[in-house]
């Protein structure tokens, strides 16, 4: 089980790949502002994996975060739960709450540790979102290359 932000959600739902979670978790739990946020552009079909909760932000969350990330921290921290996210401001904040944090960058690793997904497909999927506006650092990008090299 695991909490969501809105990043990985849209990345993951615009590219009809949002089987990548379903293989690694049998529940996502998402606070109503992330399904607000990922619902902007179009409607999408929650998977039924996927369970919507109500929940009342940490007030100081609310002076520095977006709805969504506030959200999704507090929602984190309340069911004792990791956290995917993916903007470096607000993995800081969740950091400094004890919650245990993953990216889409490891949600790849995962698969391909796995065996979802092959690491030619991983990387071919990390150029495809880093050519359509998902900022990855070169840093990142080298750790996640040598992430894959270390699998095999």
Not at 16 to 32: H, Q
Not at 41 to 53: A, I, R
Not at 98 to 122: D, H, P, R, S, T
């Amino acid at each position: 089980m695991i909490v969501s932000d809105s990043t990985t959600l849209i990345i993951l739902f615009d590219t009809k790949k949002i089987d990548l979670l379903g293989n690694l978790f049998e529940k996502i739990y998402i606070p109503r502002a992330v399904l607000k946020e990922i619902n902007r552009k179009k409607t999408v079909n929650l998977p039924n994996y996927f369970e919507v909760c109500e929940v009342e932000p940490f007030e100081e969350l609310k002076l520095i975060l977006d709805d969504g990330e506030s959200e999704a921290i507090t929602l984190a921290v309340n069911k004792k739960l990791p956290l995917i996210i993916d903007e470096k401001k607000g993995r800081k904040i969740a950091k400094n709450y004890n919650v245990k944090i993953i990216g889409l960058i490891g949600i790849l690793i995962l698969n391909v540790q796995k065996g979802y997904l092959n690491k030619n497909e991983a990387l071919s999927f990390l150029e495809y979102i880093n050519d359509r506006g998902f900022r990855v650092s070169e840093k990142l990008k080298e750790n996640f290359k040598k992430a894959l090299k270390g699998l095999g």
